[in-house]
């Protein structure tokens, strides 16, 4: 799990513009009626604009369709009730976090809040290969050249690498960050 937001880092006036950015993309990521689409919204609150998303289906394994369904219909209280958003409600916190943690990975990517101490918007990989055949090359990212702003999170697991397969997280040949 990722650092959960905390009263040091969310302020009371930005929480319901997170709280609302997080409930719409989790109401899209459980959308089973919609296609993979790419989609761009906005939030005052993120830090750098989010790149356009792209919901990877492959993620939304039965577990965290579970997690993100109930979180869902604990949210929709806050929902109807926006004036219950508030910055000392431990568990809408939590569930926010938790929310966050799951959404990071069926976009793809980071979402940083202004205030908060963690990287800003990046990339997150996740390669999960049963595997690797002799000759074959499975590659997480590739970028010519990384700047300090780059912000990447790169979780593989290769069950199989056959003599002469390979697998990379991360190949810097163009530009990152």
């Known amino acids: 799990m990722t650092d959960q937001f905390t009263l040091a880092t969310v302020t009371a006036t930005a929480l319901p513009q997170i709280f609302g950015f997080l409930f719409g993309r989790l109401e899209a990521a459980l959308d089973r009626r919609a296609e993979p689409r790419e989609e ?58 938790q929310v966050r943690d799951d959404l990071e990975v069926v976009y793809g990517q980071r979402f940083t809040f202004v205030g908060e101490r963690r990287p800003t918007a990046g990339v997150r990989v996740v390669q999960r290969i049963d595997e690797v055949e002799q000759g074959a090359v499975a590659r997480g990212a590739r970028a010519q050249r990384v700047t300090e702003r780059a912000a990447v999170d790169i979780d593989q697991f290769t069950r199989v690498v056959r003599s002469g397969g390979e697998v990379t997280g991360l190949d810097v040949e163009g530009t990152l960050g």
């Not at 750098?48 to 965290?64: G, K, N, V």
């Not at 219909?73 to 809408?92: F, K, T």
Request: glycine fraction near 2%; proline fraction near 9%.
């Open 40 to 97: 761009e919204a906005s939030c005052p609150a993120l830090v750098e604009p989010p790149a356009p998303f792209s919901l990877r289906s492959e993620t939304l394994t039965e577990e965290r369709l579970d997690r993100l369904t109930g979180a869902l219909h604990e949210l929709a209280v806050y929902q109807r009730n926006p004036n219950l958003i508030q910055v000392d409600d431990e568990a809408l916190v939590r569930t926010l976090s």
